[in-house]
C-alpha cells in the first residue's frame, strides 16, 4: 500500500524568503502525487498535482513541486513566501488504474510566516 | 458553482450520544469521501462511495460508524454511541472519476468539527 512521509511537521520562514516542504511516498510503478493547502478552520484545496509529463509542476499561488522518480520525492517550493501562505500542508499520493480515487495523505507541515 | 457542503459545522455532544453529519457533494460528482482528521494530522479515510456503491469501508470502525449515500448524492455519516476519542474534524470531499479513471482532484467541505464530553 502507498504511503507518505512528511518528514518537517513545522517550518517557520521569514516573509520573502524561500521555502521547501519535502514529502517522500514509498515506491511503485507509477503513482499520482499532489499537494492540499488547508488554510485555518478550512476543507482542504488542491495546490497541484503530477499524473504524468514535465516533472516540474506548477500550481497556484506560486507553488511548484519536483517529481523525482529516484528519490521517490516531490518536494514544494516557493522563491518567495507571503504571510497568506500560512496554512497546512499535505502532500498526498494514490495509485493510477481502478483504486486512482483512494488517496493517501501525509501527516503534514504547519508553514509560519514571520514578518 | 457551489462546493461541498457540510452540516452541522461544530458539534458538542456528551459520550455515549449519537451524532450524524451531512454531506452534500458538487453536483454531477460521482465519487464521495469521508475522511476523518485528527489534531495536528493529515486526513485518514473512513469510506470512499462510487455512486450509491461503498467500495472501500476497511477503515471505518463498523461497531460504531455507519454511512449511507442514498441514490448516489448526499451522505449522512452516524456515530453510535460517541466515545471521547472521536473528537476530531470529519470532512466530506468528492471528485469525478469518469472512464479514464480518476485524476486525484478532490474537493473538501469545511468539515464537521465534534468534540465528546
Known amino acids: 500500500a502507498q504511503s507518505v512521509t512528511q518528514l518537517d511537521s513545522q517550518v517557520p520562514v521569514f516573509e520573502e524568503a524561500p521555502v521547501e516542504l519535502r514529502c517522500n511516498y514509498s515506491?511503485?510503478?507509477?503513482?499520482?502525487l499532489f499537494w492540499y493547502v488547508q488554510y485555518p478552520n478550512q476543507g482542504l484545496q488542491l495546490l497541484l498535482k503530477y499524473l504524468s509529463g514535465s516533472t516540474l509542476v506548477k500550481g497556484i499561488n506560486g507553488f511548484e513541486a519536483e517529481f523525482n522518480k529516484s528519490q521517490t520525492s516531490f518536494h514544494l517550493r516557493k522563491p518567495s513566501v507571503h504571510i497568506s501562505d500560512t496554512a497546512e500542508y499535505f502532500c498526498a499520493v494514490s495509485d493510477p488504474g481502478s483504486s486512482a480515487s483512494k488517496i493517501i495523505f501525509g501527516s503534514g507541515t504547519r508553514l509560519s510566516i514571520r514578518p | 458553482e457551489a462546493g461541498v457542503v457540510q452540516s452541522p459545522r461544530y458539534k458538542i455532544i456528551e459520550k455515549k450520544q449519537p451524532v450524524a453529519f451531512w454531506c452534500n457533494p458538487i453536483s454531477g460528482h460521482n465519487t464521495l469521501y469521508w475522511y476523518l482528521q485528527n489534531l495536528g494530522q493529515g486526513p485518514e479515510l473512513l469510506i470512499r462511495y462510487e455512486n450509491e456503491e461503498a467500495v472501500d469501508d476497511s477503515q471505518l470502525p463498523k461497531d460504531r460508524f455507519s454511512a449511507e449515500r442514498l441514490k448516489g448524492v448526499d451522505s449522512t455519516l452516524k456515530i453510535q454511541p460517541a466515545e471521547l476519542g472521536d473528537s476530531a474534524v470529519y470532512l466530506c470531499?468528492?471528485?469525478?472519476?469518469?472512464?479514464?479513471?480518476?485524476?486525484?482532484?478532490?474537493?473538501f467541505g469545511e468539515g464537521s468539527r465534534l468534540t465528546v464530553l
Open positions: 470531499a468528492s471528485s469525478y472519476r469518469g472512464l479514464a479513471g480518476n485524476t486525484g482532484e478532490l474537493f
Open positions: 515506491s511503485s510503478v507509477s503513482v499520482y
